[in-house]
T-cell receptor
Framework: DAGVTQSPTHLIKTRGQQVTLRCSPKSGHDTVSWYQQALGQGPQFIFQYYEEEERQRGNFPDRFSGHQFPNYSSELNVNALLLGDSALYLC??????????????FGAGSRLTVL | ELKVEQNPLFLSMQEGKNYTIYCNYSTTSDRLYWYRQDPGKSLESLFVLLSNGAVKQEGRLMASLDTKARLSTLHITAAVHDLSATYFCAVDRNSGYALNFGKGTSLLVTP
């Protein structure tokens, strides 16, 4: 049973460029959340997608946007990259919007370096 | 704003010793999670604590939750090298999977 898969695993961009990260949720999951983890820090919630709509959003600027497709996969887009956007971007999947006793399943992440 | 504070942030301990990691949070919450992260790897779920007084144990790790004190602990018993990792607590304020993480506790277990 495949877990959460993310691509690419590593990428390097320059300031001002745009990046798209991709995520396929675990089989049976329909909700995707994105987190940013800076070096030495805990993950920070970016946003969550369910039924192809953004349902919750953390404290991130509009440069960060996303999309969810009918097959539940998701993309994270970041425009006008800044040096501070360098981080590990984690995708997590779950079933439904209410966690109950469930937990998020995290992918291995996409490490973005902005030069 | 929900704040989650862990301490210590760094912990070096000898094999066979016991220690406790603390997680304090600033507002009421529905649930608290503990995750483990190995270097360069993703997050692995350890425990989810759903109610006041909840206690869960897995191997040498035991987690507890005191919602009145807004405190969770992760107790390590007779540490072994394989437990070396970074441990995060996370609070889910609205049961909607938008987790607020602490900064993590980097644990190193030495012979």
């Amino acid at each position: 049973d495949a877990g959460v898969t993310q691509s690419p695993t590593h990428l390097i961009k320059t300031r001002g460029q745009q990046v798209t990260l991709r995520c396929s949720p675990k089989s049976g999951h329909d909700t995707v959340s994105w987190y940013q983890q800076a070096l030495g820090q805990g993950p920070q919630f970016i946003f969550q997608y369910y039924e192809e709509e953004e349902r919750q959003r953390g404290n991130f600027p509009d440069r960060f946007s996303g999309h969810q497709f009918p097959n539940y996969s998701s993309e994270l887009n970041v425009n006008a990259l800044l040096l501070g956007d360098s981080a590990l971007y984690l995708c997590a999947s779950s079933f439904g919007l209410t966690s109950g006793a469930n937990v998020l399943t995290f992918g291995a992440g996409s490490r973005l370096t902005v030069l | 704003e929900l704040k989650v504070e862990q301490n210590p942030l760094f912990l070096s301990m000898q094999e066979g010793k016991n220690y406790t990691i603390y997680c304090n949070y600033s507002t009421t919450s529905d649930r608290l999670y503990w995750y483990r992260q190995d270097p360069g790897k993703s997050l692995e779920s350890l425990f989810v604590l759903l109610s006041n007084g909840a206690v869960k144990q897995e191997g040498r790790l035991m987690a507890s939750l005191d919602t009145k004190a807004r405190l969770s602990t992760l107790h390590i018993t007779a540490a072994v090298h394989d437990l070396s990792a970074t441990y995060f607590c996370a609070v889910d304020r609205n049961s909607g999977y938008a987790l607020n993480f602490g900064k993590g506790t980097s644990l190193l277990v030495t012979p």
